[in-house]
């Protein structure tokens, strides 16, 4: 012979092992029936799965209404910006200018006014647009429903502490 030695092993347990493609669903018991390992990792993926939606909805109505509450708030700094400087140069300048026809007091005086007015209306348009911030109703809304489904939680289906209300308690039979 040549040296080859590609004559087949006479004992099947020294030959190679070959991987092989299993013919039936591995979640799948002996009976055709979910086992409970599939099942508590279907109802873990399931809860986690649920988590994240619940705080990816929180994220979303928050952000949209921090959008808002940041408009309202940059309206009120303009305001209070327009008040600062105002006071400094346009009250001056406008009251000198009124200083031609009227007294000097009363030139001074509608300036400060009419600057406390146009304060007044951007403050009050400012406390409306955050006045109009909404609570994330749709996140309380599913948080509140999620006690139905939780086990042991409450709602309808309350299983009374127990996991699963199709599955019975655990039974030792060497413990009677």
Do not use: C
Request: glycine share 10%; no cysteine; proline share 8%.
């Amino acid at each position: 012979m040549s040296g080859n030695s590609d004559a087949r092993p006479t004992d099947p347990s020294s030959a190679p092992r070959v991987p092989n493609i299993p013919m039936s669903d591995a979640n799948l018991g002996p009976g055709g029936e979910p086992t409970i390992g599939s099942l508590v990792k279907d109802a873990t993926a399931s809860a986690s799965t649920l988590f994240r939606s619940e705080i990816a909805l929180a994220k979303s109505e928050v952000v949209r209404e921090a959008k808002k509450a940041g408009a309202g708030g940059a309206l009120l700094i303009v305001a209070a910006a327009l008040l600062l400087f105002s006071s400094f140069f346009f009250f001056v300048f406008v009251g000198f200018v009124l200083d031609i026809w009227l007294p000097t007091w009363a030139a001074f005086g509608i300036v400060f006014l009419l600057l406390v007015v146009i304060s007044l209306i951007l403050i009050v348009a400012g406390y409306l647009f955050l006045k109009k911030l909404r609570a994330p109703e749709k996140t309380i809304e599913s948080v509140g429903e999620l006690s139905s489904v939780l086990p042991g939680k409450g709602g309808t289906a309350s299983t009374g502490g127990m996991a699963h209300p199709q599955i019975p308690p655990a039974h030792d039979p060497s413990r009677g």
